[in-house]
């Protein structure tokens, strides 16, 4: 068993993902920045230490990070895991969680890093997109990369459309990639994430439905 604490800034449903897995891992806080989020309540349900850290009271993002960082490290998690946490990391931050640090992306990096990679996907007119599980450095979006899924893009594809369909694969993503971190299964060589006894990183979601959903 590892411990994590999770860091989110509103729905929660990767959070609830991870939850539901079953995972060796023990989840011993979840943090949110934003009182009102929703996924505090997937916490409190299990039982879990849900703790509003409105980082509205900060005048500083330093004295942010400096205080979230205090309540993490008070439940000395062996692995910080941010599930749509929409806050910019100060760099003493990143630093602090070196290599214990991990993100959920919804984009295939290192393509769209940053805000509305759906829209931003469409725009470009990608014929793929997905999502991305990595190591957090100190750029935005940015890291070894642990995991990808790819989805196809659809020629009628809306903005809500494909971020559902990405979004069903992050739930699929994000405790494979955990899974493997609790079995310490991951080694990052030349800044490259490998895990040992895997072929491949990465799960393909073929068009099968009719909006590319598994039939
Ligand atoms: C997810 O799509 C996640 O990938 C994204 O925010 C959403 C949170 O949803 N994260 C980022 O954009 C981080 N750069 P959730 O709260 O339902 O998990």
Redesign the pocket.
């Known amino acids: 068993m590892i411990r994590a604490v999770v860091l989110?800034?509103?729905?929660?449903?990767?959070?609830?993902?991870l939850l539901a897995a079953s995972l060796p891992v023990e989840f011993a806080a979840v943090i949110s920045n934003r009182p009102q989020a929703e996924?505090l309540e997937h916490a409190r349900r299990r039982g879990i230490p849900a703790i509003a850290l409105d980082h509205r009271n900060y005048a500083e993002r330093t004295a942010f990070d400096a205080e979230l960082m205090r309540h993490i490290d008070a439940y000395r998690p062996d692995v910080v895991v941010?599930?749509?946490?929409?806050r910019i990391l100060t760099e003493g931050f990143v630093a602090h969680y070196a290599d214990r640090l991990v993100?959920?992306?919804?984009s295939l990096l290192p393509a769209f890093?940053?805000?509305d990679?759906h829209r931003r996907a469409l725009a470009e007119g990608v014929k793929i997109h997905g999502?991305t599980v990595h190591f957090v450095t100190d750029r935005?979006?940015h890291g070894p990369i642990i995991a990808q899924a790819a989805v196809p893009v659809l020629s009628d594809d809306t903005e809500a459309t494909l971020?559902q369909r990405?979004?069903a694969q992050?739930h699929r993503l994000y405790p494979m990639a955990l899974r493997w971190l609790a079995e310490g299964r991951i080694e990052i060589v030349d800044g490259v994430a490998r895990v040992s006894g895997e072929a491949s990183q990465a799960l393909l979601v073929p068009v099968s439905g009719p909006h590319g959903t598994p039939a």
């Open positions: 989110i800034s509103g729905r929660g449903s990767n959070l609830a993902a996924g941010l599930a749509g946490y929409m993100n959920i992306h919804p890093p940053g805000l990679t999502c935005v979006d971020a990405v979004l992050e």
